[in-house]
C-alpha cells in the first residue's frame, strides 16, 4: 500500500474541500491509502471550515494580517506542510497569489473554473459565463510559478445555455468540478 498525505488549501465557500474530502480522507483505492492531514485557510470565516470539521478535519488559519510579507506568509504554509509530512496540496478556491517559495518547495494541484488557459485569475467563473464563446468548463492543473499556468491534468467544458442565469452556470461548473477534480487527483496519485 502506498500511503498519500493530502493538504487542502482554501479560502471561501469550501464546496471543493467538502467534495475532495468525501472521495479521500480516511479512503482507498487500487493500491492507495489517502487521507486529508491538514486544512489551511487565510480566512477565519470561510464557511469550508465547518464543512471540513464534519469529517473531522481541523483546519488551520493562518491570518495574512501577521505575516510582514507575501513570502513569510508563504514560509509559514510551507512549513505546516511540511511537519505534517504532506504529499500532495490540494488548492480548493486558496485566493492568494503564490511566491516561489510555495512553488518551489511544494507539490500542489488547483481547480480553475475555466478552459484555461482562458480567463486566468480571480475572476475566471465571471469571464468565462460573459464572453461570447459557446462553451466554458473547468481545468485542474498542477501549481507553477506562473498563476493558473502548471501542466493541465484534465479539462472538460459544459455548454452554455442561452439565458441561462450566472448562478445557474455556476452550479454547473462546480457540478463539473466535483467530477474533475477527484479524477486528477486519481491520476496524479496513480501516475497515470
Ligand atoms: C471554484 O470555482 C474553483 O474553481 C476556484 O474557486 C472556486 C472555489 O469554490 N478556484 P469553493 O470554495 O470550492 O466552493
Do not use: W
Given at each position: 500500500m502506498i500511503e498519500h498525505r493530502f493538504a487542502i488549501l482554501f479560502s471561501k465557500e469550501g464546496s471543493n474541500a467538502e467534495n475532495l474530502a468525501k472521495e479521500f480522507h480516511g479512503k482507498s483505492f487500487e493500491n492507495v491509502k489517502t487521507s486529508i492531514v491538514c486544512a489551511i485557510t487565510d480566512?477565519?470565516?470561510?464557511k469550508g471550515i465547518e464543512k471540513l470539521s464534519k469529517f473531522g478535519i481541523e483546519t488551520t488559519i493562518i491570518d495574512?494580517?501577521?505575516?510582514?510579507?507575501r513570502n513569510a506568509f508563504d514560509q509559514k504554509v510551507v512549513s505546516i506542510l511540511q511537519e505534517h509530512n504532506v504529499t500532495l496540496t490540494l488548492l480548493a478556491g486558496f485566493m492568494r497569489i503564490l511566491t516561489p517559495i510555495f512553488t518551489d518547495n511544494i507539490k500542489a494541484l488547483n481547480i480553475h473554473?475555466?478552459?484555461?488557459?482562458?480567463?486566468?485569475?480571480?475572476?475566471g467563473m465571471r469571464e468565462s459565463y460573459e464572453n461570447s464563446m459557446k462553451i466554458a468548463g473547468a481545468t485542474v492543473h498542477i501549481v507553477s510559478s506562473?498563476?493558473?499556468?502548471?501542466?493541465?491534468v484534465e479539462q472538460e467544458c459544459i455548454k452554455k445555455i442561452e439565458n441561462e442565469s450566472f448562478e445557474e452556470f455556476k452550479k454547473r461548473v462546480h457540478a463539473l468540478e466535483y467530477l474533475l477534480y477527484p479524477n486528477a487527483v486519481r491520476k496524479i496519485v496513480l501516475n497515470r
Amino acid at each position: 500500500m502506498i500511503e498519500h498525505r493530502f493538504a487542502i488549501l482554501f479560502s471561501k465557500e469550501g464546496s471543493n474541500a467538502e467534495n475532495l474530502a468525501k472521495e479521500f480522507h480516511g479512503k482507498s483505492f487500487e493500491n492507495v491509502k489517502t487521507s486529508i492531514v491538514c486544512a489551511i485557510t487565510d480566512n477565519k470565516d470561510a464557511k469550508g471550515i465547518e464543512k471540513l470539521s464534519k469529517f473531522g478535519i481541523e483546519t488551520t488559519i493562518i491570518d495574512p494580517k501577521e505575516y510582514a510579507s507575501r513570502n513569510a506568509f508563504d514560509q509559514k504554509v510551507v512549513s505546516i506542510l511540511q511537519e505534517h509530512n504532506v504529499t500532495l496540496t490540494l488548492l480548493a478556491g486558496f485566493m492568494r497569489i503564490l511566491t516561489p517559495i510555495f512553488t518551489d518547495n511544494i507539490k500542489a494541484l488547483n481547480i480553475h473554473p475555466s478552459l484555461l488557459p482562458l480567463h486566468k485569475g480571480a475572476n475566471g467563473m465571471r469571464e468565462s459565463y460573459e464572453n461570447s464563446m459557446k462553451i466554458a468548463g473547468a481545468t485542474v492543473h498542477i501549481v507553477s510559478s506562473e498563476l493558473d499556468s502548471g501542466e493541465i491534468v484534465e479539462q472538460e467544458c459544459i455548454k452554455k445555455i442561452e439565458n441561462e442565469s450566472f448562478e445557474e452556470f455556476k452550479k454547473r461548473v462546480h457540478a463539473l468540478e466535483y467530477l474533475l477534480y477527484p479524477n486528477a487527483v486519481r491520476k496524479i496519485v496513480l501516475n497515470r
